[in-house]
């Protein structure tokens, strides 16, 4: 968190760090990035955008640009190709940024672990906070993991604090 | 072209970008706004699936097949499953080949209305990309309570099919299709005449029924060009021949003409779905498949929803294949989108691209194209002449 400018009071430190964290929580913004998905996770995240499931009423919002994500969405075995344009994404957030990996693929290689241009898993190329396996996993699934990687950043919260 | 103070721009798209949902790399050549060539390269969701399923049994490779695509999986499944029955000498029982049918029927709706949304919102027009969706919903919920899935049915053995149809999910289909009709003419209204969205459709990458044949074009893109092309019609399979389709065609080949061929589709698949659901056939669902297939090579070829999928199967009697090789139909599609894109609006391409219902995680596959005997028209970009490891 180094982003606060350096010389100012630590009650101010502290406060913008705070207020970071709040806004960090209640409204992530996220990047949908496909390393080499066969569509059916990228199909289901972009239903959660949409009436029945509405993730914006969370106030995750989905992003364009790596640089104002604070969450990247994973989905897909990483292939030889996409492997460094994954890094690359991952390189442009910002910190303290999470990557969930939506889908058994993302998860392990799923069903095309042993192909020539397959990687595996999301993790085998940058850190991982949380898998939602399922192929492809439902959106209730992935609402239910992006919910899940916020409650425990409010979890970290309430340990720093208390600590 | 214009004055030589004009500068001129590579544009580059991709492989991450807001307006792509899946990577492939574009780079447009433009002369102020006005696109004056463009390439694309693919090959980021490049798996290696047809070596994979060499290496894979008959019946395992079945379910590495189904996810070439998730959006169009039953008609990759089925396509294999016709093309290794055949090649094995066994035919589905009848009431297998309705249930298929009836499945690749709901699959053509839940994706033409998944293309219907995302073209809507590349036109700006996100309220019909909300509705599409929220409608799409309906028949994801068919899918569901018919297979247990959303996405990746897997409703397919080699033989036959897992599930059956009973009265209570017949009754749902239904239903759910009246529902759905009644907001297709919904649709049908706003594409025709809803001034804006015309504005963004009617007279952009326009085709004409020659181009489109030059180019190649396959599935509602050509027919939205005035070509009868349909493989249910031309060469049917399952039970297309007792419960048929008609091609629904139309001559203008601009995007306005795709979005009216695409939802009138839909309500031949529902009249399709129908139909079948109210004569279901009798018997097994499937009937036993043998571990080793015989010798032997055949091509299954069957019409998914973005047009004609190609299979080729050969089989040494072993129990794994021995070649699989796949031709989709977004791939067959692309060369109309970079020769289209030539002379409109940087701003139209977004819509251009998706009049095609790109679909790039199927492209993925190496063609090689010749080059030898064709004239310069439709010059294939460099990444069609890739190589490929597994040929
Ligand atoms: S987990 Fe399943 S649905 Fe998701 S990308 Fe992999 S194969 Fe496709």
Known sequence: MSDVPAGLPKAWTKMLEGLKNWSRIYSPWAI?????????????????????????RFGIKLQGSPRHADVLICTGPVTLQARDRLKRVYDQMPDPKFVIAVGSCATSGGVFQGCYNVVGGIDQVI??????????????????GVVKLLGSLQQKKVAEKTG | MTGPHVEKFIVPIGPQHPALKEPAHFEFTVDGETVTSASVRFGYVHRGLEKGAENRNWAQALYLLERVCGICSHAHSTVYSLGVERLAGVTAPPRAQAIRQILLELERIHSHMLWVGVAAHEAGFDT?????????????????????????YSANVLGGVKYDLGPAQADSILSGLDYLEKRLHYYMKVVNNDESFLGRTRGVGTMTTEEAENLGAIGPVVRASGV?????????????????????????GDLQARFVVRIQELFESTRNIRALVEHLPEGELAVRFPRKVRAGETVSRIEAPRGGLFYFIKSDGGENPFRVKVRTPSLRNFMSVI????????????????????CFSCNDRTVIVRREGRDGSAAPSE??????SSS
């Open chain 1, 32 to 56: 949908h990035f496909n390393s080499g998905s066969c569509n059916g996770c990228d199909i289901e995240i972009l239903a959660t955008l949409t009436p029945r499931y509405d993730v914006e």
């Open chain 1, 127 to 144: 850190p991982v906070n949380a898998f939602i396996p399922g192929c492809p996993p439902r959106p209730e699934a992935i609402i239910d």
């Open chain 2, 128 to 152: 019909l990309f909300m509705y599409s969706w929220r409608d799409r919903e309906t028949v994801m919920d068919i899918l569901e309570s018919f297979t247990g899935n959303r996405v990746n």
């Open chain 2, 228 to 252: 009868s092309r349909d493989l249910r019609v031309d060469a049917p399979y399952l039970l297309y021949a007792d419960f048929p389709i008609n091609v629904i065609t139309a001559t203008a």
């Open chain 2, 339 to 358: 020769v289209g894109a030539v002379g409109h609006q940087l701003a139209d391409i977004p819509m251009i691209l998706s009049g095609i219902d790109p």
């Open chain 2, 383 to 388: 990444s069609d002449s890739r190589k490929d």
